[in-house]
């Protein structure tokens, strides 16, 4: 449902003939006002946090120093500036991702061993929520693709999985080759849900559902904007599941020619 945005121009053709062109510049349209949105959009989310912490610096500096530090407020600071911190480094993400152009077929991504290493800061950050969470995991199943990328996606999903499912729920991530030869990544959550509405735009930048929700666990709103292109250069795509109240899942599908199903002969330098 996007207006259609047409370029007229009328150009002298003979002594007394004009032709009137038109040209459809909806996409060109459309991605400038992409680009405004996105700036808008850092400019407030950097800009918040910055203003509590003003406030708090303000705060002292009227009093003269004299009233006692709290640690409250210090530990609000904190929290602050971890959050554009961690805003920084998403959007950094994000625009290494967006200019690479590294072959998908340089790399062997040995997925088993990236998942025992998400797996232990899963437990980490786990230990909080105390949900059961299974890895369940195809070993000899590897593939070709850019490793960097690729564990921040699983890590993105798998996260999201911990955060947005309350305390004590159940989470899955599997990695299995599929009927069809395609390695299946999957994580399964039994948590808060997403209603149906939002589903389109869940991967567009600085979208979320909740942002109260959102921010209280820490979300930058760019997780899984992340995803969605480190896929596309994978030549894939993210498939979101989810019934609000009762849990989702998020997949994707590694196609069969970057699929490997051993460990391929070392080469010789
Ligand atoms: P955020 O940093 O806010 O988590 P993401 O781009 O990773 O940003 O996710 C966008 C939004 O999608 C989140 O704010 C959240 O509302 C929703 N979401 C993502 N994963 C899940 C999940 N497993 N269960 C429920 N909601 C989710």
Redesign the pocket.
Known sequence: AHDLVIEIRIVPYTYDEYLLLARDVTQVSRLNQMRKDFIANVSHELKTPLTVIQGYLEMYRDYDMQIPINPKSINSMLEQSERMMSLISQLLVLSRIEANSESLFDQVIDVRKMLAVIESEATQLNTHKNHSIQFVIQPDLMIYGIEDEMRSAMT?LVK??I??TQPEGEITVSWSLTEQGNALFKVE?N????AEHHLAR?TERF????KA??RS?G???????IVKHVLQHHHSELMID?VENKG?S?SFEIPQDLVLLEQPLKQAN
């Open positions: 993105n999201n999985a955060h947005y959550d948590g808060l849900g997403i869940l979208y979320r559902v909740d929700r959102a666990s979300g930058t709103g760019l997780g899984l904007s989810s989702s998020f």
